[in-house]
């Protein structure tokens, strides 16, 4: 059978990092390596938009897309183009917002919803199909079923013990597109699944939710399976929290070390964990770990205790010391309240200038994600539910000092100088960086990223599409 699997574009809305990386679709990957039996072929639309061109092209028997929240849209499109295309086509929605949020693909032109893990339920989903052509699959696990306007849900997949199951990605499957992707000042880079889900209750996080706050991980001895098949230099650890299990990253560390890989690694990890584990990460640093990614929030107790992080500005400053001693850098979020005032910015942009590791900064909307406790809580206080928007760079709750128009503008603001101070803590005015040949579309992103803030305050006035 010929299977024809989609990453579609984030939406038009969509602002951030769609304009300052492109980033290899790697839950797709892992879907084409398990059917590999078949025919199966990958259209990147973040790259390449000529979805009606490929399928008169390859002429598909299953199309199936991953869905972000922002991606909600535009994965509909994907999948009703594919239906209008050819109605005999079985069109599948599976990935992190169809998960938590499966009641928005219930529409007539998408025949499966996968809720959960995607791998197990899409390989039956083929079979059967291959086997049959007939849409009955009621009896496969973790499954919506649009039906004549009513929504089925068939009985929940359980959780399984770790990732083992799981097949390498084929990365064969985007190899047109490798010279394109890069993140930020890298160009050279692949991405990595370790584990998934987290075991924290921050209340604004949705991955909690994807997993009910289990922790879920892949063994060491896989990953460095899949780490010697990887070309690139620069690899991207896309979990939810890579370090939580010490052993195991201790492991995967002396692996990584008999093995004699050489890279240089981007992870995300609490900085509790480095407080708590500061040997793990002099370990890695020696290995390549080069910049972490972790959540600092705030930069008072109280504004961290409001979104149930568990952490404490003593732990964020020992955490960022035991960082810079052992040469990683960092990249700080930091939520920005719907009550800030310029004051806070300015205490915000301090703080940083106080501690050199911190090498970029995100200021980071406080975001009520869809299918998360926050978002029912929060529900009838939303300014919109145009899920474009909700990408973690707009207001989706109404400000209350500023108007939201001043409040994009201190962001705008502040981000020049958080853009000057990168630029000048990484070096990359050198010629290693400038020369780089993604260069010209990271500016550009730049550049659109500064024009779209000022019109982002209409954004969230916009009425949610009907499909």
């Not at 980033?23 to 078949?38: Q, S, T």
Request: proline share 6%; hydrophobic share 40%.
């Amino acid at each position: 059978m010929k299977i024809l699997l989609v990453n579609p574009p984030s939406g038009a809305l969509t602002v951030g990092l769609k304009h300052l990386a492109k980033v290899e679709p790697l839950g797709l990957e892992i879907i084409g390596g398990a059917v590999r039996e078949h025919h199966v072929e990958l259209l990147d639309m973040e790259i390449e938009s000529d979805l009606e061109g490929t399928l008169r092209r390859f002429q598909p028997d299953i199309v199936g897309v991953s869905a972000q929240v922002v991606q909600t849209y535009t994965a509909q499109r994907v999948l009703k183009t594919a239906k209008i295309f050819n109605p005999d086509i079985l069109t599948v929605v599976g990935g992190h917002h169809a998960t938590l949020c499966p009641h928005e693909f219930n529409t007539p032109f998408i025949d499966v919803v996968v809720i959960g893990e995607g791998v197990p339920a899409f390989r039956e989903i083929v079979a059967r199909w291959e086997k049959t052509h007939t849409k009955n699959f009621d009896d496969i696990l973790g499954l919506g079923l649009p039906r004549n306007g009513t929504f089925c849900l068939t009985t929940p997949r359980p959780f399984p013990p770790n990732l083992d199951h799981l097949p390498h990605p084929d990365r064969s499957l985007t190899a047109k597109y490798r010279s394109r992707y890069y993140y930020l000042f890298e160009d050279s880079i692949a991405s990595i699944q370790t584990s998934v889900g987290c075991t924290f209750p921050c209340n604004f996080c949705s991955c909690q939710h994807f997993t009910q706050r289990r922790f879920i991980a892949r063994s060491p001895e896989l990953i460095v399976e899949d780490l010697k098949t990887i070309k690139e230099d620069f690899i991207m650890f896309c979990d939810d929290h890579t370090f939580i299990d010490v052993k195991r990253m201790e492991r995967l560390h002396d692996l990584i070390v008999e093995a004699g890989i050489k890279k240089r690694y981007f992870a995300y990890t609490r900085t509790d964990c480095v407080v708590k584990n500061p040997e793990i990460f002099a370990k890695w640093a020696k290995i390549g770990l080069m910049m972490v990614m972790t959540g600092l929030e705030a930069i008072d107790d109280t504004r961290i205790k409001e979104v149930n992080k568990k952490t404490s500005i003593e732990i964020n400053e020992k955490a960022i010391e035991i960082l810079a001693k052992n040469g990683i850098v960092l990249s700080a979020g930091f939520l920005v309240m719907p009550d800030y005032t310029e004051e806070d910015f300015k205490r915000i942009d301090a703080y940083v200038r106080r501690h050199p590791n911190i090498a970029l900064t995100e200021l980071t909307p406080l975001t009520p994600l869809p299918g998360t406790g926050f978002h029912e809580e929060m529900k009838g206080t939303v300014t919109t539910h145009h899920r474009e928007v909700y990408d973690l760079a707009h207001f989706v709750l109404p400000t209350t000092k500023l108007s939201q128009p001043e409040m994009y503008r201190l962001i705008q603001k502040y981000y020049m100088r958080i853009v000057l101070r990168a630029m000048m803590r990484l070096k990359l005015y050198r010629s290693p960086y400038i020369f780089k040949r993604h260069m010209p579309r990271l500016v550009l992103g730049l550049l659109l990223n500064s024009r779209l803030i000022k019109r982002m305050h209409i954004s969230t006035t916009i009425p949610a599409p009907v499909q």
